[in-house]
């Protein structure tokens, strides 16, 4: 919009997950875009959707799930491509995972085959996408490995994941994910697993390697301390929606969704005195599952209006330029209450 | 790893050892000898023996001793002379007897072996990729009556059914031509046709147990994270298949090695009798039905021996495969 090169946009993406019980919809409609170099944070609990979403961009969803939409990406190939329409397991998509989208994951533990050694799998990303040459393609490899911080490099190469500990193991996964220099880095929840001190380290690695690679990164967390470190432009995820996007700033300062206040209230900060209890959001997320009409937040909203909230889904609205909200209630204070009826 | 073979290896002599002196042991609890089932027999064609007789008898076959002396007399011999005693019911030294059928039988338990590998790994991962298709339940449920169904009826109904489609019920393993002329290459199709139904036989329960390993290890497999982690950096389905599930689908494949090798061994014993075949497992069943000791021991002995090294033939296979169990060696 403003000039910036866009190198994906995901619209309205819908995945729907057929189980024995029946048809489970997880993502429901959500769309966003990113710009090069931006770093996009999607923020959600637990089961809202978030790494489906991501694992539909690079098509390695479960058989189980089917996904509508589009998701258009600039490859290098062909310009923008709606990468949904390529067959999953064809080679123009297989052109893109790995090469020009990476991901990478929550828990560097059981990402690795333990069979194979952290350089055999690390080079098998260069060898399918950079180089044929094995002297070269190994020389890439462990060039990416001394950038991620993994000391005596050479010597690690040839062991085995086992051998590794649990940050190390994030850092070459990291290598994996970065050896081919992609465009866009998709990191689904990379610090989870990981110890506090370990998880700085990494958030700062990768912050580093993305200005080094000039790639963009859509970040996914629960933890909206990693998200102000790291992020952009967040993006709110409840239940399958995006319900607010908007800057950091506009995100921590002046959120607008009941939702997002009250993920930001249940944070715990320094200084609050020893009796206050940390705010929560009452109630679970609903399976998403036969969703009753109406906003999916309005059994647990504090601000809900009934006879409104519960009829109709709210639509989005733009109230600042890149801060848009899906909620009734914020709606009617700014139209002055009388524009949903 | 070559310290972790080392160790295997030197681990071989005392387990076969350790197996001999247990057979042994079990061989000669059963109450009465060689001497007294050879009494009762030759009694009951009307000859008669005095006590001094049979005394004379056991003496001659060093039978009057205690078990532990048998054995130590019997393995000394084995270690210095390569001599496994005498069959008493042939009459031949035990080894002679046994070299007639043994290589016979290690060939056919082998063939077996590699038809079952051949056959079950292929369809163990085609069911488990495609699983709940229509060729998933049709392996399965063959598997399932594979397993099922005894080896001596299936023998039966097999050479049932060779017999009333072409005449020849496929008795045997040799055909009468080879027997007079010796096996050469214008009968080798006879002899592969009485191949047939002893390898379906033997080696179905095997087989099907197999598919079921891979099937149920290569659905476990293709779950896995790492598999994910493959497919995103935009590895192909076949490198996935093959490189990464495969390999660490066959652990329990390789480990279960040694266990089908000994199950072969004593679960083809019936169905060589049903089906008249010249391998070891009838010879071993006469031999302790008419306490023939030094005969069942040594073919007991050599069953094992060939267990122990098929044990330790997978076990460096193993550790070939997973570099965890070479880790976990090393670090003793």
Redesign the interface.
């Known amino acids: 919009m403003d000039g910036k090169e866009t190198i994906i946009s995901v619209k309205n993406l819908k995945i729907n997950i057929a189980l024995d019980e029946g048809t489970l919809t997880a993502v429901r409609g959500v769309s966003f875009s990113i710009d090069k170099g931006e770093t996009l944070g999607l923020v959600g609990e637990s089961g809202c959707g978030k790494s489906l979403t991501c ?1 539909a961009i ?1 098509g ?1 969803n479960d058989k189980k799930c089917s996904t509508e939409g589009e998701i258009f990406f600039d490859t290098d190939a062909e310009g923008e491509v709606d990468l949904l329409k390529l067959p999953p ?1 064809g080679e123009q998509i ?6 020009q989208i ?2 990478i ?1 929550q ?1 560097p533990m ?8 952290i350089g055999n ?1 690390i080079n ?2 260069t060898r ?2 950079i180089t044929k040459d094995k002297k070269k393609a190994k020389a890439i490899s462990l060039d990416m490995m001394k950038k991620v911080g993994i000391a005596n490099a050479e010597k690690r190469y040839d062991q ?1 994941p ?2 590794f500990s649990g940050g190390m193991l994030q850092r070459a ?1 990291i290598a ?2 970065l050896v081919c220099k992609p465009k866009l880095l998709i990191a689904d929840e990379p610090t989870t697993a990981l110890d506090v001190t370990i998880q700085a380290q990494i958030l700062e690695l990768i912050k580093e390697l993305q200005k080094d690679l000039q790639m963009s990164v859509l970040f996914v967390t629960h933890d909206l301390g990693t998200v102000a470190k790291m992020c952009d432009r967040v993006a709110v995820m409840y239940l399958g929606k995006i319900i607010e996007t908007g800057s950091v700033e506009q995100i921590y300062h002046d959120p607008k969704h009941p939702y997002t206040k009250g993920l930001l209230g249940s944070v715990h900060k320094i200084g609050t005195k020893k009796q206050e209890r940390l705010f929560s959001i009452e109630g679970t997320v609903p399976l998403a599952m036969n969703l009753p009409s109406g906003c999916s937040f309005y059994d647990r909203c504090k601000d809900r209006i009934e006879g409104v909230c519960n009829v109709k889904e709210p639509e989005v609205l733009a109230i600042e330029s890149n801060h848009t909200v899906s909620c009734h209630a914020v709606s009617r204070t700014i139209k002055g209450g009388s524009s949903i009826e | 790893m070559g310290n972790y073979v080392f160790k295997r290896v030197l681990m071989f002599v005392p387990t076969v050892l350790l197996l001999s002196i247990a057979v042994f042991f079990i061989i000669q609890l059963p109450p009465g000898d060689y001497v007294t089932s050879y009494v009762s027999r030759m009694s009951a064609e009307g000859e008669v023996f005095t006590s001094e007789d049979i005394d004379n008898l056991r003496e001659q076959y060093g039978l009057d001793m205690p078990w532990y002396y048998q054995y130590g007399k019997w393995m000394k011999k084995i270690i210095t002379e390569g001599d496994f005693g005498y069959s008493f019911s042939y009459n031949r030294p035990v080894w002679s007897v046994i070299m007639d059928r043994l290589p016979l039988t290690v060939a056919i338990t082998l063939i077996i072996m590699l038809f079952s590998y051949f056959v079950s790994i292929p369809i163990g991962i085609y069911s488990a990729l495609n699983q709940y298709s229509v060729g998933d339940f049709v392996f399965t449920t063959i598997g399932f009556l594979g397993v099922g169904t005894p080896n001596f009826l299936l023998a039966i109904i097999l050479m049932f059914a060779s017999f009333t489609l072409t005449g020849d019920p496929l008795i045997g393993l040799f055909s009468e031509d080879i027997l007079r002329e010796g096996l050469n290459f214008s009968n080798l199709g006879g002899f592969l046709k009485h191949l047939i139904i002893p390898i379906v036989v033997i080696g179905t329960g095997n087989t099907c147990g197999i598919i079921r390993t891979v099937r149920a290890q290569m659905l476990d497999e293709v779950t896995q994270q790492y598999v994910l982690t493959a497919r995103a950096k935009g590895v192909s389905e076949r490198v996935i298949t093959y490189k990464y599930c495969l390999r660490a689908a066959m652990n329990p494949v390789v480990s279960g090695l040694a266990g089908s090798l000994s199950s072969l061994f004593s679960g083809s014993t019936i169905s060589a009798i049903v089906m008249n075949m010249a391998i070891l497992g009838p010879v071993l069943y006469e031999a302790l039905k008419n306490q023939d000791m030094y005969l069942a021991g040594t073919i007991l002995l050599t069953q094992g021996f060939l267990v122990v090294l098929g044990t330790l033939l997978s076990d460096i296979a193993l550790a070939w495969l997973d570099p965890r169990i070479r880790y976990a060696e090393r670090s003793y």
């Open positions: 694992k690079l390695i397991k297989r052109d893109v995972r790995g090469k990476s991901m994951f828990e059981v990402c690795f085959s333990p069979m194979y050694t799998q098998e990303s399918l996408h085995y086992h051998e996964l994996m994910a």
